[in-house]
Each structure stands twice: as C-alpha cells, then as structure tokens.
Nanobody
Framework: VQLQASGGGLVQAGGSLRLSCTAS????????LAWFRQAPGKEREFVAS????????YYTDSVEGRFTISRDNANNTMYLEMSSLKPEDTALYYC????????????????????????WGQGTLVTVSS
C-alpha cells in the first residue's frame, strides 16, 4: 500500500491550505487515519486523527480550532483543512494509516502515537511565511 499526501505549498501567515491523502493498492475506509508533521530540526509530532467512521477526531492543542481533519471513504481520501496558518506550522506533513486494525476507534493517547500507524505517506511540505 502506498499513501500519497498532497496539497502542500507556500502560503502567507493567516492563509489556508487543504492537504489530501489517498491510498493506492488498498482502501482505508475501515481504518483509523492521522496526520503528523515534522519541522526542520524537530521530532515528528501528532497533528490530528480520525476514526474509521469519521465520527471521532483528535487534535493537538496548537491546531485546535484552526485545522479540521475529515475523510471521504467513498473516494478513499482523507483531508486536513488548515486555516489561520502560522509560521510555526511550517513542516513536512505526513499522513498515516493503521491497517492492522479495522473498525477500531482508539483512545486519544493511542491515536497520537506514531507507533499506532503502520503505513505512512511520503510527506507534503507546508511553508508559512510571516
């Protein structure tokens, strides 16, 4: 399975972007998904997660109220709508999938751990200028 993240780019502070994540070779409509990001010189950090039905979403505090994670299972696509972007949002954004479990709604702590996810996209770069 290959996850493909897209939609990154250069945007001014206060602007918006929408990231997309699709999977080739497999559908992920039964699986939990997430977005992580890694800024230069920093560790990868959790951004947001969504359960298989799209009914449970978690966000890291720094993006709560500005970012929205969603999914379209019919089209095998996950999204991250980002608004009010800040320079500190600059990072390589990765999508991730938990293909080991199906129809699973996990606890918030587990959803934030990189080890929960066994398949990762290549990342899409978001750069926010001040």
């Amino acid at each position: 399975v290959q996850l493909q993240a897209s939609g990154g780019g250069l945007v001014q502070a206060g602007g918006s972007l929408r990231l997309s994540c699709t999977a080739s070779g497999r559908t992920f409509d039964k699986n939990a998904l997430a977005w992580f990001r890694q800024a230069p010189g920093k560790e990868r950090e959790f951004v947001a997660s969504i359960n298989w039905r799209g009914t449970i979403r978690y966000y890291t505090d720094s993006v709560e109220g500005r970012f929205t994670i969603s999914r379209d299972n019919a089209n095998n696509t996950m999204y991250l709508e980002m608004s009010s972007l800040k320079p500190e949002d600059t990072a390589l954004y990765y999508c991730a999938a938990d293909f080991r479990r199906t129809y699973h709604s996990m606890a918030q702590y587990d959803s934030m751990q990189p080890t929960t996810y066994d398949d990762w996209g290549q990342g899409t770069l978001v750069t926010v200028s001040s």
